[in-house]
């Protein structure tokens, strides 16, 4: 929601029309160009008014539930029917829920949760289900996490390592910086031998727009550490997602 706030608060446009341009562009993949043709999104900006709520407000001092609103109402005919009139306030509601890890920390996160043991047993936690949103067309990609790491005096409570990829995976991102933020998380908080993340995502963006391919997946991984350096790390952490009800 910061990001959100600042993109709209620094944009660059002199005038709150260039302000438009700068958001509309700026959720605009070059390959989504076959939507900019038919979509009203186009339509030029005949002044500075954003809300019907409120004439005259510029962008820079809209309310996103405003600018949901101005959106709306170039997409869709008759914004103002049932079905879409308190969509700008869903939406409002909905983004800031779906980035709400823009907002906590890994101390946060992880708390007390850290504990002091004596194994060195590799510690692996698969199939961890998160939903992200891809930062180039705010569209979901979610999938399944998986991570392991070489414990050196500490670990991190297991229920807590799911909680670590919903808190990078709850703002706009792509696959391979999710992967390598949870793994220098982990790094950073409990120094151990080594981490591994492995995420596999399918991702919206290509199922029902772009090249439209429904059943891929994008696999990315993070292996540090010892599950960089030791080809052995780094195959029983694999072997070990492979074992039965695994979906790897
Ligand atoms: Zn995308």
Redesign the pocket.
């Known amino acids: 929601m910061e990001r959100l706030k600042s993109d709209a608060e620094n944009g660059t446009g002199t005038s709150a029309v260039g302000r438009i341009d700068c958001i509309t562009t700026a959720s605009t993949?070059p390959e989504t160009s076959g939507m900019q043709r038919t979509s009203p999104i186009e339509t030029p900006v005949p002044d500075a008014t954003v809300s019907q709520e409120r004439p005259g407000v510029s962008l820079r001092d809209a309310s996103l539930r405003e600018i949901y609103a101005e959106i709306l109402g170039r997409v869709d005919d008759d914004p103002t029917r049932d079905g879409l009139l308190r969509t700008p306030e869903r939406m409002e509601k909905s983004m800031a829920f779906l980035t709400r890890g823009y907002h906590q920390t890994i101390e946060e996160v992880l708390g007390s949760a850290l504990f002091e043991v004596n194994y060195d047993e590799m510690v692996i936690v698969r199939d961890i289900e998160f939903y992200s949103m891809?930062?180039?067309?705010l569209?979901p990609?979610y999938g399944r996490a998986h991570i392991a790491y070489l414990p050196s005096g500490k670990v991190i409570g297991l229920s807590k390592l799911p909680r670590l990829v919903d808190m990078f995976a709850r703002r706009l991102q792509v696959q391979e910086r999710l992967t390598r933020q949870v793994a220098d998380a982990i790094i950073e908080t409990i120094h151990p031998q080594g981490v591994g993340v492995i995420l596999e995502a399918q991702?919206l963006?290509?199922m029902m727009r772009?090249v439209e391919k429904q059943s891929s997946m994008t696999t990315t991984s993070a292996m540090l550490g010892a599950f960089r350096t030791q080809t052995q790390t780094r195959n029983e952490f694999l072997s070990l997602l492979r074992r039965p009800g695994s979906t790897t």
């Open positions: 993949h891809c930062e180039h067309h569209l990609f991702h963006c290509m772009g």
